[in-house]
Nanobody, 124 residues
Framework: QVQLVESGGGLVQAGGSLRLSCAAS????????MGWFRQAPGKEREFVAA????????YYTDSVKGRFTISRDNAKNTVYLQMNSLKPEDTAVYYC?????????????????WGQGTQVTVSS
């Protein structure tokens, strides 16, 4: 079992920044990959970024490359998503997920556990 708790969401103007955090508990944190997904109203949950168990490999969807950075601190059992140059189209509920398989997933069904989500709203 893995428990995930996100924090750091909020309301920000376009061009602003936010940092999301996801604290994990349960299974040894440095044994699995982590990902961030988002879901806007009326849309499916979509991949944003992922990071390998060691932090040595990171992956991003094209729309956030150069603006978002995923990182993890295995000593603190926490994964982060630094979001810069935010745009109104980034508005969504952001979820962190734990992928307990070998490798890194890019689809929601590949993740075994999810946090409750945190709302990010970007005003124009």
């Amino acid at each position: 079992q893995v428990q995930l708790v996100e924090s750091g969401g909020g309301l920000v103007q376009a061009g602003g920044s936010l940092r999301l955090s996801c604290a994990a508990s349960g299974r040894t944190f440095n044994s699995y990959a982590m990902g961030w997904f988002r879901q806007a109203p009326g849309k499916e949950r979509e991949f944003v970024a992922a990071i390998s168990w060691s932090g040595g490999n990171t992956y991003y969807t094209d729309s956030v490359k150069g603006r978002f950075t995923i990182s993890r601190d295995n000593a603190k059992n926490t994964v982060y998503l630094q979001m810069n140059s935010l745009k109104p189209e980034d508005t969504a509920v952001y979820y962190c997920g734990a992928d307990l398989r070998a490798g890194v997933g890019f689809l929601p069904y590949e993740y075994d556990f999810w946090g409750q989500g945190t709302q990010v709203t970007v005003s124009s």
